[in-house]
């Protein structure tokens, strides 16, 4: 079956994805949403890749080196062995500040033997619309674009720069190594040198992780999940994002396909929650300055999305030239969601400043600008509030009174009151206790239905939403709550299919959707935890971290049937719920444990 079978490498400034052969399928340089360089991953014929192809004799492996993000494929046949390790540098510079340039490093190294490979070196500069002219310089070999918009690329390598071009057969007999870069570089590149760059990324990732509460279950899962949505944060500007890449499909064959290569507040704002839960809390300082670097005036509206670089307007293209993954077309830049009003944002960032302001209180830098944004957002959401909005699953149509955007409006009140109080400003709650108790009386009214005996996506409806199982975690009800217990049985009975879960089964904009969103399915199991049928949520967390791939890296979404990984790739969204589910399961003790203390 195919599958995303894929690892990611990063710095914190752009990221590639490198097949379970070694094939270096999808990068943009010189950051995260630039142009791709290489795109098999979106285009099998005009992409453009960068693979070691070894005799059908050779058998590969790949695996992560432990707690870091540095790639290892090995290739062998009998005592001809030879193994690649990929990654972007990334090391904290002596005086201050971190080394992470637009670089892949693809570091040789020979295991024993005298093992065989050739090269496709195969660049498709600017997402391949033209044609890409590819030469050997004395000290590199450059790529640059034909015609419209100038690009260029450099590859270095202590190999012969002829062979490697031309595909001819390379005998390995020490280590060597390529490295790809956005620019020409002022120093002579060398094996040493690559080396050292690897050894040095190694002890970032291994400091990184180290600064990871370990714990006694599923602990392997969260670290590969941390440094994922670690490796997904854009360090210059602290900006979060949803994926990296663009027009992965969430079922093939459809028109489901979106650019994720930015930053949803709604996203990035849960990331940042958990990822600081975890200890990181630079990460969070850095997130808390994006949002009020693009928040410079007290009326200024919070869209949904930004780019990485704070640009307010994605204008969505399509890229016709691509024939898509999977034959899935349109391919997609930029998107057009950014112009939507979805009102449970502004919930969910509340969530984080209250978070981060309890965990550090007054000694936060920008403790006043968070302050300015906390009345802001109670002024935003006070005028708002009533109003239909397009909800958490973007509806690219119709606009209702969803439930999930209602509960994050109250949570936006109730977590300002708590700022409030924090900071020494209880002046200003009063009437800001009688909004919160206004929105909570509503939505206990309108949201819950008597026919179906749970809360429902929108007021007024009979569809089951997975989203309206957040009630509890952002405290809108209490786990034993009997509304919240039916609600989540209802949504078992009617959403659960196959041991995963749909978002919801109403038609929307593109009809009935046929794959399952995969944080509904953490969000279910972290509420069957919640109501105490912890057997069961074992069961279901054991089997969905089987459907993960031969790296343990999520997407977006999960077929139903074959269980393949469709939607975007890492999802940023999969692995934060995949965090939060594992640190809550690892505080239960299962049956086996039990018989095992019984036995001692």
Same mark, same amino acid.
């Given at each position: 079956?195919?599958?995303?079978?894929?690892?990611?490498?990063g710095?914190?400034?752009?990221?590639?994805l490198?097949?379970?052969?070694?094939?270096?399928?999808?990068?943009?340089?010189?950051?995260?949403?630039?142009?791709?360089?290489?795109?098999?991953?979106?285009?099998?014929?005009?992409g453009?890749?960068f693979?070691?192809?070894?005799?059908?004799?050779?058998?590969?492996?790949?695996?992560?080196?432990?707690?870091?993000?540095?790639?290892?494929?090995?290739?062998?046949?009998?005592?001809?062995?030879?193994?690649?390790?990929?990654?972007?540098?990334?090391y904290?510079?002596?005086?201050?500040?971190?080394?992470?340039?637009?670089?892949?490093?693809?570091?040789?190294?020979h295991?024993?033997?005298?093992?065989?490979?050739? &090269?496709?070196?195969?660049?498709?500069?600017?997402?391949?619309?033209?044609?890409?002219?590819t030469?050997?310089?004395?000290?590199?070999?450059?790529?640059?674009?034909q015609?419209?918009?100038?690009?260029?690329?450099?590859?270095?390598?202590?190999m012969?720069?002829?062979?490697?071009?031309?595909?001819?057969?390379?005998?390995?007999?020490?280590?060597?190594?390529?490295?790809?870069?956005?620019?020409?570089?002022?120093?002579?590149?060398?094996?040493?040198?690559?080396?050292?760059?690897?050894?040095?990324?190694? !002890?970032?990732?291994?400091?990184?992780?180290?600064?990871?509460?370990?714990?006694?279950?599923?602990?392997?899962?969260?670290?590969?999940?941390?440094?994922?949505?670690?490796?997904?944060?854009?360090?210059?500007?602290?900006?979060?994002?949803?994926a990296?890449?663009?027009?992965?499909?969430?079922?093939?064959?459809?028109?489901?396909?979106?650019?994720?290569?930015?930053?949803?507040?709604?996203?990035?704002?849960?990331?940042?929650?958990?990822?600081?839960?975890?200890?990181?809390?630079? !990460?969070?300082?850095?997130?808390?300055?994006?949002?009020?670097?693009?928040?410079?005036?007290?009326?200024?509206?919070?869209?949904?999305?930004?780019?990485?670089?704070?640009?307010?307007?994605l204008?969505?293209?399509?890229?016709?030239?691509?024939?898509?993954?999977?034959?899935?077309?349109? &391919?997609?830049?930029?998107?057009?969601?950014?112009?939507?009003?979805?009102?449970?944002?502004?919930?969910?960032?509340?969530? !984080?400043?209250?978070?981060?302001?309890?965990?550090?209180?007054?000694?936060?830098?920008?403790c006043?600008?968070?302050?300015?944004?906390?009345?802001?957002?109670?002024?935003?959401?006070?005028?708002?509030?009533?109003?239909?909005?397009?909800?958490?699953?973007?509806?690219?149509?119709?606009?209702?009174?969803?439930?999930f955007?209602? !509960?994050?409006?109250?949570?936006?009140?109730?977590?300002?009151?708590?700022?409030?109080?924090?900071?020494?400003?209880?002046?200003h709650?009063?009437?800001?206790?009688?909004?919160?108790?206004?929105?909570?009386?509503?939505?206990?009214?309108?949201a819950?239905?008597?026919? &179906?005996?749970?809360?429902?996506q929108?007021?007024?409806?009979?569809?089951?939403?997975?989203?309206v199982?957040?009630?509890?975690?952002?405290?809108?009800?209490?786990?034993?709550?009997?509304?919240?217990?039916?609600?989540?049985?209802?949504i078992?009975?009617?959403?659960?299919?196959?041991?995963?879960?749909?978002?919801?089964k109403?038609?929307?904009?593109?009809?009935?959707?046929?794959?399952?969103?995969?944080?509904?399915?953490?969000?279910?199991?972290n509420?069957?935890?919640?109501?105490?049928?912890?057997?069961?949520?074992?069961?279901m967390?054991?089997?969905?971290?089987s459907?993960?791939?031969?790296?343990?890296?999520?997407?977006?979404?999960?077929?139903?049937?074959?269980?393949?990984?469709l939607?975007?790739?890492?999802?940023?969204?999969?692995?934060?719920?995949?965090?939060?589910?594992?640190?809550?399961?690892?505080? &239960?003790?299962?049956?086996?444990?039990?018989?095992?203390?019984?036995?001692?």
């Amino acid at each position: 079956m195919d599958n995303l079978d894929y690892g990611i490498i990063g710095n914190c400034k752009s990221a590639a994805l490198i097949s379970k052969t070694g094939s270096l399928d999808w990068c943009c340089l010189p950051e995260f949403d630039s142009s791709s360089v290489f795109a098999k991953l979106l285009d099998d014929e005009i992409g453009g890749s960068f693979e070691f192809l070894v005799p059908d004799n050779y058998t590969i492996t790949q695996n992560y080196i432990p707690n870091t993000n540095i790639l290892m494929t090995r290739f062998s046949e009998g005592e001809n062995v030879f193994e690649v390790y990929d990654f972007m540098p990334r090391y904290k510079l002596e005086d201050s500040g971190h080394y992470a340039p637009p670089d892949i490093i693809r570091y040789i190294q020979h295991v024993s033997g005298r093992p065989v490979f050739r &090269v496709k070196y195969d660049p498709r500069l600017e997402y391949a619309i033209a044609d890409t002219s590819t030469k050997i310089k004395p000290e590199y070999i450059v790529s640059v674009t034909q015609e419209g918009k100038y690009d260029s690329l450099y590859l270095y390598s202590s190999m012969d720069k002829k062979k490697v071009l031309d595909g001819e057969e390379i005998k390995l007999k020490r280590d060597e190594f390529f490295l790809l870069s956005y620019n020409e570089k002022i120093f002579r590149q060398n094996t040493q040198q690559a080396y050292l760059d690897l050894q040095r990324t190694k !002890v970032y990732w291994l400091n990184w992780s180290d600064r990871t509460p370990s714990y006694k279950k599923y602990n392997k899962e969260i670290v590969r999940s941390a440094l994922t949505l670690k490796m997904l944060s854009h360090n210059r500007t602290g900006a979060v994002l949803a994926a990296a890449t663009t027009s992965l499909p969430e079922t093939i064959g459809e028109v489901r396909n979106w650019d994720y290569r930015f930053c949803w507040i709604r996203d990035a704002s849960m990331v940042i929650k958990v990822v600081s839960t975890l200890g990181h809390v630079h !990460v969070a300082k850095r997130y808390l300055q994006f949002i009020i670097d693009i928040i410079p005036d007290k009326d200024e509206k919070l869209q949904i999305m930004y780019g990485i670089n704070k640009e307010k307007i994605l204008e969505e293209k399509t890229l016709d030239h691509l024939k898509g993954y999977a034959g899935s077309k349109p &391919v997609r830049i930029g998107n057009a969601a950014y112009e939507q009003r979805q009102n449970d944002i502004y919930g969910i960032l509340m969530d !984080v400043i209250h978070q981060q302001i309890v965990k550090f209180e007054t000694s936060l830098d920008n403790c006043e600008e968070l302050w300015t944004i906390t009345k802001g957002i109670v002024w935003v959401v006070r005028e708002h509030w009533k109003e239909p909005d397009k909800g958490i699953w973007e509806f690219r149509t119709e606009q209702r009174h969803f439930t999930f955007s209602k !509960v994050l409006c109250w949570v936006a009140i109730d977590r300002a009151i708590k700022v409030a109080h924090i900071l020494g400003k209880a002046n200003h709650v009063t009437k800001w206790i009688d909004l919160e108790r206004e929105i909570r009386e509503d939505i206990l009214e309108k949201a819950w239905s008597e026919k &179906v005996q749970a809360f429902t996506q929108a007021y007024g409806s009979e569809d089951l939403d997975a989203s309206v199982l957040l009630m509890e975690p952002y405290g809108f009800v209490e786990a034993g709550d009997p509304k919240y217990i039916m609600t989540v049985k209802a949504i078992e009975k009617e959403l659960c299919h196959e041991g995963l879960l749909y978002r919801y089964k109403n038609k929307d904009d593109f009809g009935l959707p046929t794959s399952s969103f995969t944080i509904c399915t953490f969000w279910f199991i972290n509420s069957l935890y919640k109501i105490g049928e912890h057997k069961k949520a074992i069961k279901m967390f054991r089997k969905l971290l089987s459907y993960s791939n031969h790296l343990g890296l999520f997407s977006e979404d999960i077929d139903f049937k074959t269980k393949r990984l469709l939607g975007n790739f890492p999802q940023a969204y999969s692995h934060l719920a995949l965090i939060e589910t594992a640190i809550n399961l690892s505080n &239960v003790i299962t049956e086996e444990e039990e018989i095992k203390v019984a036995v001692h």
